[in-house]
């Protein structure tokens, strides 16, 4: 079955500084898709990076990065040079490419804090 | 860009009341989404559709049904409001899942409260 873990329920980082959050997952299927969403206080969710299990590279959109271990499961996302602008909340997804469907499941969320 | 509206961003309804969650996109888009959001579950599906009339359940669909009669508009409704249902409600919308990258585009919640 699939599942998505974010073992980090908050974090803290610098401003200007570079951050990671943590992000495991468990699939059987070998096509799939990995995504980060940023959440503000006001509550729309926010697509921010993409990975596919066949890239050979990892994603990367402005100072988001994706560090995608395949054979360890992690779809890290790495924010460089925070701002304050980055503190909420962040959901790792996934989604199958043959047995999932319609179907995008969400990890519990970290929730990030930059401080000044 | 992709807009997702959701009509009702906090309500406050009381137990044993029918609530109507309306979601309407602008995109076009085959596939809708009902999520409920609670701290430390992060996002579960609740129902989905894929087509005006078709709707498949989610992960938790007890006590929730939904409605598609127009392609731009999904409804969740809530036949009889408990106290657990009390949470942030998120709609979404996808353009047919043509592989696993499709991401899906949400509108900005509803807060839901039932008294």
């Known amino acids: 079955a699939q599942k998505i873990t974010q073992t980090q329920p908050g974090m803290f980082v610098q401003e200007k500084e570079a951050v990671t959050l943590d992000c495991t997952y468990d699939t059987s299927d070998p096509s799939y898709g990995l995504f980060w969403y940023k959440q503000p206080s006001s509550g729309e969710m926010i697509f921010l990076i993409y990975?596919?299990?066949?890239?050979?590279q990892n994603a990367t959109e402005g100072r988001y990065s994706l560090n995608f271990q395949k054979a360890r499961k992690s779809a890290n996302l790495v924010i460089s040079a925070s701002q304050l602008g980055d503190s909420a909340m962040y959901f790792c997804a996934m989604r199958e490419g043959r047995t999932g469907g319609f179907k995008t499941i969400f990890g519990a969320g970290t929730r990030l804090f930059v401080k000044a | 860009d992709v807009k997702v509206t959701q009509s009702s961003r906090y309500l406050v309804k009381r137990t044993g009341e029918k609530v109507f969650l309306e979601c309407v996109q602008d995109m076009d888009h085959e596939n809708m989404f009902w999520y409920r959001q609670d701290p430390g579950l992060g996002l579960r599906l609740i129902y989905f559709?894929?087509?005006?009339?078709?709707?498949e359940k989610g992960d938790i669909p007890e006590g929730y049904s939904v409605s598609r009669e127009k392609k731009e508009r999904f409804s969740l409704i809530l036949e009889s409001a408990s106290t657990n249902q009390t949470s942030m409600y998120l709609c979404?919308?996808?353009?047919?899942?043509?592989?696993?990258?499709?991401?899906?585009?949400f509108g900005e919640g509803s807060w839901l409260t039932v008294v």
């Open positions: 990975q596919g299990s066949y890239d050979q």
């Open positions: 979404a919308s996808s353009p047919p899942v043509t592989g696993p990258g499709n991401t899906i585009y």
């Open positions: 559709s894929y087509d005006v009339k078709m709707k």
